[in-house]
């Protein structure tokens, strides 16, 4: 079965950096998209980005470009979403997410991680 | 303030049915498929409908989808307590060349 396994919640300062990872189990890691999409407290869902695990290919929202970075390590079936810069409106929830093209959707999504930014 | 939008609640009693929707625009409802998620209390989203109407296996018949123009509905009938949850549409905008969703809907089961 689909799994994507995220790690655990972290704490960081204002101005520092963040890398959320993904493992994900029960299918071919390159065969689909990875989104990353986020949540603050009591808030709606937004979107981070894409990206393809194949070729490593990504695809930022404008409001995260500079900012943000997304890789894969194919030789572990992880992705990675690294946030700079944080500052306090940047604590939410960071959620992975499978992209299933026959779908046209997410189909399937992390725990979701943590991340707190605060001095 | 979300690209697309939705009402931020809606309420009804077990058994009703009740309508959710999602008005957009050309560039995102009106050109690309919307997609509906549910989220429960305290955990991830989950996939509810994908291409403006199909339901991936598992999700009860309760619960369908529409779109028409620049605008999408989720129906839920039969309403049960277990429905009580956050419900988000979303869908591609060709014009941000970003995936935009709605700013969800909070649905009580009274």
């Known amino acids: 079965q689909v799994q994507l396994v995220q790690s655990g919640a972290e704490v960081k300062k204002p101005g520092a950096s963040v890398k959320v990872s993904c493992k994900a189990s029960?299918?071919?890691?390159?065969?689909?998209?990875f989104n990353w999409v986020r949540q603050a407290t009591g808030q709606g869902l937004e979107w981070m980005g894409w990206?393809?695990?194949?070729?490593?290919?990504?695809g930022y929202a404008q409001k995260f470009q500079g900012r943000v970075t997304m890789t894969r390590d194919t030789s572990i079936n992880t992705a990675y979403m690294e946030l700079n810069s944080l500052r306090s409106e940047d604590t939410a929830v960071y959620y992975c997410?499978?992209?299933?093209?026959?779908?046209?959707?997410?189909?399937?999504w992390g725990q979701g991680t943590l991340v707190t930014v605060s001095s | 303030q979300s690209v697309l939008t939705q009402p931020p609640s809606a309420s009804g009693t077990p058994g009703q049915r009740v309508t959710i929707s999602c008005s957009g625009s050309?560039?995102?409802?009106?050109?690309?498929?919307v997609n509906w998620y549910q989220q429960l209390p305290g955990t991830a989203p989950t996939l509810l409908i994908y291409?403006?109407?199909q339901r991936p296996s598992g999700v009860p018949d309760r619960f369908s989808g529409s779109k028409s123009g620049t605008s999408a509905s989720l129906a839920i009938s039969g309403l049960r307590s277990e429905d009580e949850a956050g419900y988000y549409c979303?869908?591609?905008?060709?014009?941000?060349?970003?995936?935009?969703f709605g700013g969800g809907t909070k649905l009580t089961v009274l």
């Open positions: 291409r403006n109407n």
């Open positions: 979303a869908a591609w905008d060709d014009s941000l060349s970003a995936t935009v």
């Open positions: 997410a499978r992209f299933y093209g026959d779908y046209d959707a997410v189909d399937f």
């Open positions: 990206m393809n695990p194949d070729s490593g290919s990504t």
């Open positions: 029960g299918y071919t890691f390159t065969s689909y998209d």
């Open positions: 050309r560039s995102n409802i009106g050109n690309n498929y």
